[in-house]
């Protein structure tokens, strides 16, 4: 359609294109063309997820409630693509959480009080963050590194006074 950006575009040609034969192949077709809007940082506008979602595309593997944006998609963005992840975070009602210009995501690992954390969910209506460390370098697979495990939730009210305790791995 006229006036769209080139994600909306490239995801409804892909769309419109499919055979449909298989709602997998589409499902996949799409999630990729999504990771290629974003890697490629396509033009976004204010609106496009709302609008994505409003097309009722299906996406496999995807955020809660059949939204169109899983954590891989916000993770690809806020590592490539500012203006695509304050987007995502606009529609789905997201708090950034930013740690020295860098914005966190599930996955990101983080360095506070001598212990490595990692991101692991979006609490409270994306309202909070939890995170899990398993020691100075302790990941899941260390059996014994596991038995030290703490688990810690930061409200995003408190995200400013707490983010100075922390820093990038």
């Known amino acids: 359609m006229k006036n769209e950006s080139a994600t909306v575009e490239a995801l409804r040609h892909v769309f419109e294109s499919s055979k ?3 709602w997998q192949m589409l499902n996949g077709g799409l999630f990729t063309t999504l990771k290629i809007a974003i890697t490629l940082q396509y ?7 709302d609008l994505i979602r409003d097309m009722r595309y299906h996406f496999w593997g995807t ?3 059949g939204h169109p944006v899983s954590e891989y998609h916000y993770q690809i963005a806020c590592e490539n693509h500012r203006p695509m992840a304050i987007e995502i975070e606009r529609s789905i009602g ?17 360095r ?17 963050l939890r995170f899990v460390s398993y020691g100075k370098e302790g990941h899941y697979g260390d059996f014994e590194a596991r038995k030290g495990r ?10 400013n006074k ?3 305790e922390f820093s990038h791995v």
Do not use: H, Y
């Open 20 to 22: 449909r034969d298989s």
């Open 43 to 49: 033009e976004v506008r204010e609106g496009d997820w």
């Open 63 to 65: 955020g809660a409630e």
């Open 94 to 110: 997201r708090m950034p959480f930013i740690l020295d210009g860098k914005r966190l995501f599930c996955g990101s690992r983080v």
């Open 112 to 128: 506070r009080d001598g212990r490595i954390w990692q991101v692991t969910t979006w609490d409270g209506c994306n309202a909070a």
């Open 150 to 159: 703490k688990l810690l939730r930061i409200e995003a009210a408190d995200w």
């Open 162 to 164: 707490e983010r100075k």
